[in-house]
């Protein structure tokens, strides 16, 4: 809270002396207290299992378009890369 960020610790919420009722006058509104409402209803992110083989081809392709690389090619890449480290076939080949 010091430094701007939202907590994600929900028991914090309503810890004493974190003030989250405290209004804003630019906001109009208790700020951290709406946050916390909302917060309760934001649904689990769920990547699956290849997440973390398919994250670096796609950085790595996405660096290499930045560098003049054609985006199609790059995007193939990356997919042969990403089933090269999953062991996954690419789909309609």
Do not use: C
């Amino acid at each position: 809270m010091k430094y701007g960020l939202f907590p994600s610790w929900q028991t914090y919420y309503t810890a004493s002396g974190t003030n989250f009722n405290q209004s804003f006058s630019y906001f109009g509104m208790p700020i951290y207290k709406f946050f916390a409402s909302v917060s309760k209803h934001i649904p689990t992110t769920n990547y699956g299992g290849y997440f973390a083989d398919y994250s670096q081809p796609l950085a790595q392709a996405f660096e290499s378009v930045i560098q003049g690389t054609n985006p199609e090619q790059a995007l193939k890449t990356a997919e042969q890369n990403a089933a090269r480290i999953s062991g996954q076939s690419i789909a309609g080949k």
